[in-house]
C-alpha cells in the first residue's frame, strides 16, 4: 500500500480535525488508493509540539515548522495555522516540491494568494484548501442540479453563515480579533466559505459587490496564553484588548452569468449557532439548503399541479459513494468532520494519481478576489467591481 507522509503545522482545533480524518480515511475509504501517515507535527513550543504529537498520534514533533518542509520524507504539508502564516508556509512548502492542503482563507489578501496558486501550479505540485461544507454529498448533488439546468438559469441567491462563536464579548481576543493575523474578519473567515458555496454551486465569478462590514464588540479581554479555539484562553490579566477585524457582514453581489444574491455573515448573532444555508432561485426551480438539516437538500420544480406542488426534501443516502463510505443507510447524518474525511479523501485520491485535487489555491484565490473587492466597497462605501482588486 502506498503511503503519504503527513507533515501537519499548527495542531489547534482545525490540526486536530486534520488528524482526526487522516486516521479515519482507512477505515472509510479502506486505505486506498494509499494511505496517509501521522509523521510530523509542527507547533510553537516543544511542549505543545509534543503534547500534540502524542496525542494525535504523529511518529514525530517539532517546534520549527521549516523542518517539516526541509524534510525529503514529507509528500503533504498541511497548514493550519492563523491565516497571516499561510502564505510563508505554503511558498516553502511549494519550493520544497511538497503537495500542500492548506485552512481557509488561503492568505491575507488576493495578490499572496494568486501568488500561491501560480507558483504551486509552475511547480506541478497538487493544492487542496479547506472548503470542507461543499464536500457535504447534498453540494455534489445541488452543484450537478444546477449544471444539469434543473433549475433552470439561477436568478436569485440568498446565502447565510451566521453563528454566536464570538457573540459574548466575555470571550477572550485571539488571532481572529486581529488584522495582522486574521488579515480580516468575519468576511474573510466565513464570507469565505460563503463565496465558496456559490462559487461550488453556481461557478459564474462574481463580478461586483457592496459590502458593510461592522465591529459588533470592539474590545475583548486579553487571554492567559496564545492560542485560539482550542488552546486555554480563559483568565487572562483582565486588560482589554482593542478589535480592529469586523464581527458582522452583509454583502450583495452579482455575477458575470447575471445571478443576483445577498450573504450574510455573522460570529456574534446570538442565539444562532450555526445557522448557514443558502437560497437559489433560477428561472425553472429552486434549491434550499438548512445546516439544521444537515444532509437534505430541498428542491423545488415549476410545472405539474399548482395545488400540490411544493418543495421536496431529497434525503442524502448511501446511493453516493462518499456517504456510502460512513453509512449503510440513508438518512442517518454525515457531519463536520466527516465531510472532512470526505476533503481528505479526495486530496489522497488527487495525489496518489497526480492530478489537480478540488477546490486548489486557483479556486481560493477567486474566493479571496471577491473578499478583497467586500473590503473596498466597504472602506469606499460604494459597489465595487472585483477585477478592480489587483492580482
Ligand atoms: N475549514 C473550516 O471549517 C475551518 C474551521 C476553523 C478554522 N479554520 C482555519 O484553520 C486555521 C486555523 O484555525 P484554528 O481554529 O485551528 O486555530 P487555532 O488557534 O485553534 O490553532 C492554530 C494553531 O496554530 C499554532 N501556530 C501558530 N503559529 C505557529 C507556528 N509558527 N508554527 C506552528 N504552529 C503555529 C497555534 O499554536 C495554534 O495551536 C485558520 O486559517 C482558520 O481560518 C478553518
Same mark, same amino acid.
Given at each position: ?9 499548527? $495542531?489547534?482545533?482545525?490540526?486536530? @480535525?486534520?488528524?482526526?480524518? #487522516?486516521?479515519?480515511? &482507512? +477505515? !472509510?475509504?479502506? /486505505? *486506498?488508493? %494509499? ?54 508556509? $505554503?511558498?516553502?512548502?511549494?519550493? @520544497?516540491?511538497?503537495?500542500? #492542503?492548506?485552512?481557509? &482563507? +488561503? !492568505?491575507?489578501? /488576493? *495578490?499572496? %494568494? ?77 464570507? %469565505? ?199
Amino acid at each position: 500500500m502506498r503511503e503519504l507522509k503527513i507533515g501537519l503545522i499548527g $495542531a489547534g482545533w482545525m490540526g486536530k @480535525a486534520h488528524a482526526m480524518c #487522516y486516521r479515519a480515511q &482507512p +477505515l !472509510a475509504f479502506g /486505505a *486506498k488508493p %494509499a494511505v496517509p501517515v501521522l509523521e510530523v507535527v509542527a507547533e510553537v513550543n516543544e511542549e505543545i509540539a509534543s503534547r500534540s504529537a502524542r496525542e494525535f498520534g504523529f511518529r514525530r514533533h517539532t517546534a520549527e515548522w521549516r523542518e517539516i518542509v526541509d524534510d525529503p520524507t514529507i509528500d503533504i504539508v498541511d497548514i493550519n495555522t492563523p491565516n497571516d502564516l499561510h502564505y510563508e508556509m $505554503a511558498m516553502a512548502a511549494i519550493a @520544497a516540491g511538497k503537495h500542500v #492542503y492548506c485552512e481557509k &482563507p +488561503l !492568505a491575507n489578501d /488576493a *495578490k499572496e %494568494a494568486f501568488a500561491m496558486a501560480e507558483a504551486a501550479e509552475k511547480a506541478g505540485v497538487i493544492t487542496m484548501v479547506g472548503f470542507n461544507y461543499i464536500k457535504n454529498p447534498v453540494q455534489t448533488l445541488a452543484r450537478r442540479l444546477v449544471a444539469d439546468g434543473e433549475i433552470g438559469a439561477p436568478s436569485y441567491y440568498r446565502g447565510s453563515f451566521s453563528a454566536d462563536f464570538l457573540g459574548r464579548p466575555e470571550i477572550p481576543f485571539s488571532w481572529r480579533n486581529d488584522k495582522a493575523q486574521a488579515g480580516s474578519g468575519v468576511i474573510g473567515d466565513i464570507g %469565505a466559505h460563503c463565496f465558496a458555496y456559490l462559487q461550488h454551486l453556481v461557478g459564474q465569478p462574481v463580478e461586483e459587490v457592496v459590502c458593510n462590514l461592522e465591529i459588533v464588540i470592539p474590545e475583548r479581554p486579553a487571554p492567559a496564553a496564545h492560542g485560539g479555539f482550542s488552546q486555554d484562553t480563559g483568565g487572562g490579566s483582565g486588560q482589554m484588548v482593542r478589535v480592529d477585524t469586523d464581527d458582522l457582514a452583509t454583502a450583495m453581489f452579482k455575477t458575470s452569468g447575471g445571478l443576483n444574491g445577498h450573504m450574510e455573515m455573522s460570529r456574534v448573532s446570538v442565539g444562532k449557532r450555526m445557522d448557514i444555508g443558502y437560497e437559489l432561485t433560477g428561472t425553472q426551480g429552486a434549491l434550499r439548503y438548512f445546516y439544521d438539516r444537515i444532509n437534505d437538500l430541498q428542491v423545488y420544480k415549476q410545472g405539474g399541479d399548482p395545488g400540490t406542488t411544493g418543495f421536496k426534501h431529497v434525503a442524502m443516502g448511501p446511493t453516493d459513494p462518499r456517504y456510502a463510505a460512513f453509512y449503510p443507510v440513508p438518512g442517518l447524518g454525515a457531519g463536520y468532520n466527516d465531510f472532512k474525511v470526505m476533503e481528505v479523501q479526495d486530496l489522497i485520491e488527487a495525489v496518489a494519481a497526480g492530478e489537480p485535487a478540488y477546490p486548489d489555491f486557483r479556486f481560493a484565490a477567486e474566493v479571496q478576489r471577491v473578499i478583497d473587492a467586500c473590503i473596498l466597497s466597504d472602506a469606499e462605501r460604494r459597489w465595487v467591481r472585483v477585477d478592480e482588486i489587483a492580482i
